[in-house]
């Protein structure tokens, strides 16, 4: 095979990854794009998201609380309040930029959150320092079911009670935020 | 059974919390000239006669600088001199239940004219094996106010209560942690924290919030300061003399700690004026879990 003279060789390297360069933004774009909604809609098709949003009448879809009560209600949120939003904003905002140092293509730097972000913005309504999203995994007390319920004053005596007791289901924990975010993690490290 | 891991962690964390909260926040009282009040408690030894104090759970720990640690009682104006309870402990005359607040005197007066000095942590520690509901909701305590009260009283032995921390150990994993079986073991252990009033449970909180990346010494059972009257098993203990002991190099990591207060709305559900935080603290332990 008759080797390009030099010069040839040096225009080639030049010009082609300036001209390839554009195809690969766009079909990256289009895979990024198509697998941030794929991640989102994993998210949104949650048994835990689902039944959060489903809100104070929801069943308990998820399994967590042996289908008494819901997950609404056992963590102690008000009626009309929406938890996953701030969830959905952060996963809405994952981004990317381009990368430096390829010659001949285009490094993409994806910016995916940490759990850290999430729990960080989904407090429990009843202490705000710790997150109900982060007690999914790791287990909630049913204390914010417990402290939610109103009502008339039951035993006297110098002790700490609640105006109406109600006895709360158990919790069983199941994998949420983190391992979405590491699932996508991943899927989007595979990206080319 | 013999000791297994959970018993030394749970061990080694409940001294060091007892010695940092006492170390950084001086949360103790000293009070002297205590009277001691005779009662009557049916499940202590019957040759002994019992005589308690206002406050449970006595400072032990020598290391803390200005507590008074009791060595001894003065009965009318006699001090009884230095106890010592390798000679007078369990078979002996005296002990001091620290943990109660009062002293078994082998003796059959109940007449004794008795006085003591003693430094009172500010937040009782104790292990719970119950939830959070169950502790701050169902329970049932007794605020022992760390206000000297106008009149002589003696607080009940054994029960809980409060202002105190209850800890529990929520949740332990292990998982692969390097080459040759050695394992990184991560136990949360949640400290609900019940105060009689905010400035004190900022205080706790903001002290533990702190203590990230801490390294506590692995203190096994036997190494307890205590025996079975509560009384301290060589005449003193001193928690930094004890750790050295132990080396820290291997010892429990305080990976992560997160604190939170129940908020005021939440608060309002309670039929009692208690404030409330929580210590969420993450706690690895590399080792070798099958020698």
């Known amino acids: 095979m008759k080797i390009l003279p030099r010069d040839v060789q040096e225009a080639l390297n030049k010009q082609v990854p300036?001209?390839?360069?554009?195809?690969?933004?766009?079909?990256?774009?289009?895979?990024f794009d198509s697998l941030k909604k794929e991640m989102i809609k994993e998210f949104l098709t949650h048994p835990v998201t689902l039944e959060i949003s489903a809100g104070p009448s929801s069943k308990n879809i998820s399994g967590t609380l042996n289908g008494t009560s819901n997950l609404f209600a056992f963590i102690g949120f008000?009626?009309?309040?929406?938890?996953?939003?701030?969830?959905?904003?952060?996963?809405?905002?994952?981004?990317?930029?381009?990368?430096?140092?390829?010659?001949?293509?285009?490094?993409?730097?994806?910016?995916?959150?940490?759990?850290?972000?999430?729990?960080?913005?989904?407090?429990?309504?009843?202490?705000?320092?710790?997150?109900?999203?982060?007690?999914?995994?790791?287990?909630?007390?049913?204390?914010?079911?417990?402290?939610?319920?109103?009502?008339?004053?039951?035993?006297?005596?110098?002790?700490?009670?609640?105006?109406?007791?109600?006895?709360?289901?158990?919790?069983?924990?199941?994998?949420?935020?983190?391992?979405?975010?590491?699932?996508?993690?991943?899927?989007f490290k595979k990206l080319k | 059974m013999i000791e297994q891991y959970h018993h030394k962690l749970t061990n080694s964390f409940m001294l060091w919390f007892d010695n940092y909260l006492l170390t950084k926040g001086e949360a103790y009282t000293n009070y002297s000239g205590v009277s001691l009040q005779h009662y009557v408690d049916e499940r202590a030894d019957s040759d002994y006669e019992v005589y308690g104090s206002p406050y449970?759970?006595?400072?032990?720990?020598?290391?803390?600088?200005?507590?008074?640690?009791?060595?001894?009682?003065?009965?009318?104006?006699?001090?009884?001199?230095?106890?010592?309870?390798?000679?007078?402990?369990?078979?002996?005359?005296?002990?001091?239940?620290?943990?109660?607040?009062r002293v078994l005197v082998k003796s059959s007066n109940e007449n004794h004219d008795m006085t003591c000095d003693f430094a009172v942590k500010d937040f009782n520690l104790y292990f719970a094996n119950e939830t959070e509901e169950d502790l701050i909701v169902e329970n049932k305590y007794t605020i022992n106010s760390r206000i000297y009260p106008s009149e002589e009283v003696v607080i009940d032995p054994y029960d809980q209560v409060i202002p105190a921390v209850f800890f529990n150990t929520a949740t332990a994993q292990n998982k692969g942690f390097a080459f040759g079986g050695m394992e990184e073991t991560t136990t949360t252990i949640t400290a609900t924290v019940m105060s009689e009033d905010n400035y004190m449970l900022d205080g706790v909180l903001s002290i533990f919030a702190d203590s990230r990346n801490e390294l506590i010494s692995v203190v096994p059972m036997s190494d307890h300061p205590l025996n079975e009257f509560n009384d301290l098993k060589s005449g003193t203990y001193n928690y930094k003399d004890l750790s050295k002991q132990y080396s820290k190099c291997n010892g429990l990591y305080i990976n992560d700690v997160t604190t939170s207060k129940l908020t005021d709305r939440a608060r309002k559900s309670l039929s009692n004026d208690i404030f409330v935080g929580f210590i969420d603290f993450e706690i690895q332990h590399h080792r070798f879990r099958h020698q």
Do not use: C
């Open chain 1, 18 to 31: 300036r001209t390839l360069k554009n195809d690969f933004k766009k079909t990256f774009k289009k895979e």
């Open chain 1, 78 to 187: 008000s009626p009309g309040e929406d938890p996953i939003k701030p969830i959905i904003e952060i996963l809405e905002r994952i981004d990317y930029k381009e990368g430096s140092g390829s010659k001949t293509g285009v490094n993409f730097l994806v910016d995916i959150p940490q759990a850290s972000d999430i729990f960080a913005v989904t407090p429990m309504p009843w202490a705000t320092g710790r997150s109900w999203s982060k007690g999914i995994e790791t287990g909630i007390s049913g204390l914010g079911y417990l402290l939610n319920k109103g009502g008339k004053s039951s035993r006297s005596g110098v002790a700490i009670q609640v105006k109406n007791r109600v006895r709360s289901g158990g919790f069983s924990n199941t994998p949420y935020i983190s391992a979405l975010l590491k699932k996508y993690e991943n899927k």
């Open chain 2, 56 to 101: 449970k759970q006595w400072v032990i720990d020598s290391s803390i600088t200005g507590a008074t640690i009791p060595d001894g009682v003065t009965i009318g104006n006699t001090p009884t001199g230095a106890y010592d309870p390798l000679t007078s402990g369990r078979h002996g005359d005296m002990a001091i239940d620290f943990d109660n607040g």
